[in-house]
């Protein structure tokens, strides 16, 4: 499989060469907040929304996965479970050594290509137990190579939006989930259970040509590079303690280099390096005598042999420490952070409810005497007010009138105490409240992640947290799922499954309400710290 998924790498690497190139964002001129950005973010949104948005019709195939292999609700409940376990355990490696060798790009075309794989070999099961293979694993794993990076690449591109940004991203799967469940329906009814995975193979598929899209930064440094490349450039390549000095241009590489570009932050003015014509220096340093008693005073300190040890040690250190930071790709140091166990916490059980609940909706409908269409109906509502609700999320967190943190936390609590309320829910139009309260509030957790991740470890480490939380993720709600599927076969009812759903969301809300809490403490660790170093620095 690994074998298969290099050629197809290597094939589009073929076709398109910039493909190959990584995600560096402390190295290129990418635009951030505008310009190709928002492409980025509308080939982001289509890609959640075909991928994504067929995940959200999981209740539809929940119900016709049991009428068309006429299997029990805990074997059913296999499916969903084993895809976020798989989804969760690839996700950390795929966030860690996979992006550090690949881009977001080529990642995004392997989930096209195992998720298309996944319903295509799903058209020739025969029994349930296979579709735990390909809905399961294949479609996990390509699901994991999706999320994960496709977030990462939002928080790349946008700065001041993000919060804007990410919620777009993660309404357009409540937007697929809005436009799927009538397209899956139609099928349905056309082609039966086996051809509807087909043409949904085909459907998937397109998300290989929306990644091309998807330009990763590296490439705007390219440019920047190809664009200026005629520009010589000029370091200072020797210095003497009486104060002489050549200026070269640098074609070659040389021993010691102070300074390629000179920068206010020493002592020399920016203008130096506007001039393309060098003569002799007091010509080419033809400035007012305040400029030139600061240049004077500059290059005086640059005579001494130990300044120039000093900086080159510096720049040795510098280049050490980049080198330890790559070589340390995951950093598992973040889970000392109290921030981050925090909403570790909050995200595992929280997920359950947040996740779950769109699924057993349609099988909880059904209990009550639902017909298909109401059924199609719901989940068209549920779609519908979770894409507005993400979206709300979004926009309200920009305003920066209320902390994320904080928006997140009274969502739960909405959500988990909209689940108890089960027992209430005996007619269509009380499912209707159902669906939009779940829909309006159960999506702001997926929703606020990546700006709570970054708030809480910042963008430096996203990938690396973000890895973990999908990590632990994946053993709460694999395991969640048969326990969810088992109290229905137990009871006969899926009331239990609710409550316990919605107890999870309440504890989660609950606990997140404790953040300023964390926060003075975690602020309080980091002190303590920085005061150790300093004191460890000056013995």
Partial sequence: MMRCLCLVTQFFENIIPVLGMTSNPTSSNHPVDKGWAWV????????????????????????????????????????????????????????????????????IIVGGFLGSIAYFL???????????????????????????????????????????????LVASSGFGGLVVPPLFRYLLDVYGLRGTMLIFSGVIFNVVALAGLLKPPSLFQLFSNSNGKSKPEYSIV??????????????????????????????????????????????????????????????????????????????????QAQKDVKNKIIDISLLKKPLLQMYLFVYLFGSIGSAYGHIYISPFARDHGMTTTEVSILVSVTNMCDFIGRGLCGVIANQRIVKNSTIVAISQLVTGATLALCPFYVSFWSFIVLAVMF???????????????????????????????????????????????????????????FYFMGACLILSGLTLLMEPCVRKRQDKMESQARLSEEVALST
Avoid: C
């Fill in 40 to 107: 980025i973010l509308a080939g982001s949104s289509l890609i959640f929304m075909i991928y994504v948005g067929t995940i959200k019709t999981s209740g539809l195939f929940f119900v016709a996965f049991q009428d068309y292999y006429k299997s029990e609700a805990s074997t059913t409940s296999i499916i969903p479970g084993v895809l976020q376990i798989v989804y969760s355990i690839a996700s950390l490696p795929i966030l860690t050594f996979g992006l550090h060798h690949l881009s977001v790009r080529q990642m």
């Fill in 238 to 319: 020797q210095i003497q303690d009486t104060h002489e000095y050549s200026p070269v241009p640098t074609g070659k590489k040389r021993s010691i280099s102070l300074s390629e570009r000179p920068t206010p932050g020493n002592g020399i003015s920016s203008s130096f390096e506007k001039d393309e014509t060098w003569g002799s220096l007091p010509h080419r340093l033809d400035i007012k005598t305040h400029h030139r008693s600061r240049f004077s005073q500059s290059f005086r300190s640059l005579g001494s042999t130990d300044v120039v040890y000093s900086l080159s040690q510096s720049h040795l250190n510098e280049l």
């Fill in 439 to 497: 829909g309006l509030f159960a999506g702001a957790i997926f929703s606020m992640t990546p700006s709570i991740v970054v708030d809480f470890v910042g963008i430096e480490n996203f990938r690396t947290a973000f890895g973990i939380l999908i990590l632990g993720q994946g053993i709460t709600m694999g395991t969640g799922a048969p326990l969810l599927g088992y109290l229905r076969d137990v009871s006969l009812s899926y009331m239990p499954s």
């Fill in 122 to 168: 799903g058209f020739f099961a025969d029994r349930i137990e296979i579709l735990i293979v390909t809905h399961g694993v294949i479609y996990g794993i390509g699901f994991a190579t999706i999320h994960g990076p496709a977030a990462y690449l939002i928080g790349i591109y946008f700065n001041r939006r993000r919060e804007l940004a990410n919620s777009v």
